[in-house]
């Protein structure tokens, strides 16, 4: 008997956008690596990486596969804190939510 193919778990649009907040990380470290820009190119590029994470913040997870893309990318890689909830409405309870399921 032939083996059913596992069905691809679908992405969900945190990991889609996650993806795009890899690109704009990788760019930011290179023009760090580099330094060959100036202070207004620079504030673009961490800016373009700002805007993906706060698109993040504001998305519910799907699962805690989400949940984790949206803790790394708010905190920057483990480069930053975790926001308290004042500063990052529904993320803590988007946790205790999915830790509760």
Not at 16 to 25: R, S
Not at 72 to 87: E, F, H
Request: hydrophobic share 45%.
């Amino acid at each position: 008997m032939a083996a059913v193919p596992a069905l691809a778990e679908v992405e969900t649009p945190i990991a889609a956008l996650y993806g795009e907040w890899e690109k704009a990380t990788r760019a930011v470290e290179l023009a760090m690596a580099e330094g060959k820009f100036d202070d207004d190119e620079f504030d673009v590029i961490v800016g373009a990486q700002t805007d993906i994470e706060d698109q993040i913040s504001r998305m519910k997870p799907m699962n805690l596969r989400d949940l984790a893309m949206k803790l790394y990318a708010r905190a920057s890689a483990g480069k930053c804190d975790l926001p308290p909830s004042q500063y990052c409405p529904g993320l803590w309870d988007e946790a205790r939510e999915l830790i509760s399921a």
